[in-house]
């Protein structure tokens, strides 16, 4: 969301009178300004020593970046659901279900997709990842890019779906009294699947907001 162009004028007349930032920012939020859009607008200034504020540089996303980052996220997805069927699959081979007479060719024809998009799919999303690494510490300003900023929403949302399904469909089978260890381990994995995404972007979240946004 962009910032009122009011905010950014008051701040940056403070900063120019050399009044404290501490000061800028209680004042601004005693005044019923949101504390993370004053932050925000505080950050569109560097902390240097000079007569008047100096902007901050903001980052800019090229085409090529933007392609970077949606394939890194697409190839994460898919990652992640090979990763599942292909446990599924092992799940299921180990501890075959009575009532559902799956033939063990079917099984293997699943375990054996599963690894042909793993193989090809997280390997490509390592290699996407260290490049944008790479731009990422020489520009620490692209952190707060908004092409990554949606794109981590959006995972972080899929996550939570999941893991928000995975534990109803754990309450709703203790009530029914259906726990079997097929399901259990079926549960475990989806939950460590997605937990595993939720958490990692969560916290690279939080790195991203401490940079002013674009």
Known sequence: MALNPDLIVFVKDGLQRGLARSDLESVLIRAGWPP???????????????????????????????????????????????????????????????????????????????LSCLIVAFPLFLWVASLIGRLVRADPTKRASRVRRQLTYITLFVAACVLIGDVISVVYSFLGGELTTRFVLKVMTVGLIAGSAFGYYLSDLHLDEREPET
């Open 36 to 114: 993370d859009q004053v932050r925000r607008a505080l950050a569109g200034f560097a902390d240097v020593e000079f007569a008047i504020p100096v902007p901050r540089p903001m980052p800019t996303v090229s085409m090529r970046e933007a392609f970077m980052y949606v394939l890194m996220f697409a190839t994460l997805f898919i990652t992640a659901y090979s990763l599942g069927d292909l446990l599924f699959s092992i799940i299921n081979r180990a501890f075959p279900d009575a009532a559902n007479r799956t033939l063990p060719e079917s099984i293997l024809l699943q375990i054996r997709w599963s």
